[in-house]
């Protein structure tokens, strides 16, 4: 059980680092150890396949914000800062927080999972009939390609339809946009 | 307790997200949103000592009566498998509008995107 | 989008096969293994983007140009969506797994198992790895001549 706090720590002070850096090339770096720290916890939380597929997510996604900060302008922007927008946003997502570690209160403690509590759940069925009726030994690719493929299906084109919007704004610089930009 | 310090980081990437002036800060903001939720659906399926939901010879040949009672939620999994690689497709087009802007304004400061009005 | 040094170029042409290799096992294998489809999807588009890093992009672009990347991505959505009709057709519900409960059950943990399941996994693997391919070879050929404005305001 330390092995969860002491990853929760790493991750917390990596994001510390990464909001408060002014350095727009350090921050993205603080992401990808953000992102480590996740995929170790994922490995030891006892799930596989997001500790597969978080580590290799978080490498593309590296490469693709360091393609957007490497060669534009790194200063970090001064100004005056608004002190009372800052301090309200403080006030506001403290008592947030308050709020939520009340409610965190109603749920079962951590080690016990939430099906176990539940009569009926969805997730007991899954787990006892689902070599039986699927024929895959990997519950998990059962559940989301056979138990619960409309998800699938939504989530593929969701991928698609970002992919598409991405490709549209990135379309090759029309040449009106090497002059002067258009008051 | 563990909960709490995951949803601290979620507050942590709000704050980030709603303060910061640079464009690219708010993007990580809402990177570090993805992860601490990620990671607090996976928390909530997690049993003490359990093994993952995967049926091996082993499991197959003893009966699955012990995998029964000792494996962990295999639904959070699947709906996390299927976030993570939303999120990077959200992330490429956030930082596409972010190049674009870029170039067209010389700048990521959001308070000096002043002419939507054209 | 440059090239790397010649020691990079030599090891990354050893590797990116490795790369791919690994990346359809995890595909294949999604439903005994751990892994599945979209794990495997972004090894796949891993391995071209280690080339287009070292190499440059002008080759990689010779080899999978951008609209055959395209029409890759889309076959694979048609894949996926084709499956699911196919359900339909022979098994009387949307998306139900037929050729597990019909025509070719197999034994569990073998490869040939589990019906529709491997069939999802390829056509999902093809179709999250052309899209990530897609959307950084975009990315690389908008920037490439990249020169830094004038900040229009004046003000830094």
């Not at chain 1, 002070?13 to 990464?18: F, H, R």
């Not at chain 2, 928390?43 to 499991?59: E, N």
């Not at chain 3, 294949?28 to 892994?35: A, K, R, S």
């Amino acid at each position: 059980m330390a092995i969860f706090y002491i990853l929760l720590l790493f991750m917390i002070i990596g994001a510390i680092i990464a909001i408060e850096t002014s350095n727009l090339l350090s921050s993205v770096i603080c992401i990808g150890a953000i992102g480590f720290g996740a995929s170790i916890m994922f490995l030891f939380l006892r799930a596989p396949d997001i500790a597969i597929t978080q580590i290799v997510v978080e490498v593309l996604g590296l490469i693709i914000m360091i393609r957007a900060t490497i060669s534009r302008d790194l200063t970090f922007i001064s100004g005056d800062k608004e002190f009372f927008g800052t301090v309200i946003s403080v006030v506001i997502i403290f008592v947030i927080f308050l709020a939520g570690v009340q409610v965190f209160e109603t749920l079962p403690d951590f080690g016990t999972p939430i099906f176990a509590e539940t009569p009926g759940a969805a997730s007991q069925t899954y787990i006892e009939e689902g070599l039986q009726r699927t024929g895959a030994a990997n519950i998990v690719a059962s559940v989301i390609l056979d138990y619960r493929a409309y998800d699938t299906l939504g989530e593929t084109t969701v991928l698609f339809t970002s992919i598409i919007g991405a490709t549209v704004i990135l379309r090759k610089k029309a040449k009106k946009l090497l002059e002067e930009p258009e008051l | 307790m563990p909960y709490s310090l995951c949803f601290l980081l979620f507050m942590l990437g709000l704050y980030c997200a709603v303060v910061k002036k640079n464009m690219v800060k708010i993007v990580i903001g809402i990177m570090v949103m993805e992860y601490a939720v990620n990671l607090f659906l996976i928390m909530l399926g997690y049993r003490t000592g359990g093994t993952a939901p995967i049926i091996d010879k082993g499991q197959l040949e003893a009966g699955t009566g012990q995998f029964i009672s000792s494996s962990v939620d295999p639904l959070p999994q699947a709906l996390v498998l299927t976030a993570i690689v939303i999120s990077l497709g959200s992330l490429a087009l956030l930082i596409s509008i972010c190049i674009r802007v870029y170039d067209k304004y010389g700048t990521f400061d959001i308070t000096q995107i002043r002419r939507l009005k054209g | 989008m440059k090239g790397m040094t010649i020691i990079v170029k030599t090891i990354s042409s050893w590797v990116k096969m490795l790369i791919f290799l690994f990346g359809i096992y995890i595909i294949l294998f999604g439903h005994l293994t751990p892994g599945g489809g979209f794990a495997g999807g972004v090894i796949l588009a891993s391995s071209y983007i280690l080339l287009m890093l070292s190499f440059g992009r002008e080759f990689v672009e010779e080899n999978l140009p951008l609209p055959l990347a395209s029409k890759l991505d889309c076959l694979g959505a048609f894949l996926f969506a084709m499956i699911a009709i196919l359900g339909l057709v022979f098994g009387g519900t949307f998306f139900v797994n037929f050729l597990y409960q019909k025509y070719l059950p197999g034994q569990p943990l073998e490869l040939i198992s589990a019906g529709t399941i491997p069939l999802s996994n390829i056509a999902i693997g093809l179709k999250v790895g052309a899209s990530l391919f897609l959307v950084i070879l975009t990315l690389s050929i908008c920037c490439k001549d990249f020169k830094p404005n004038t900040p229009s305001d004046g003000k830094e």
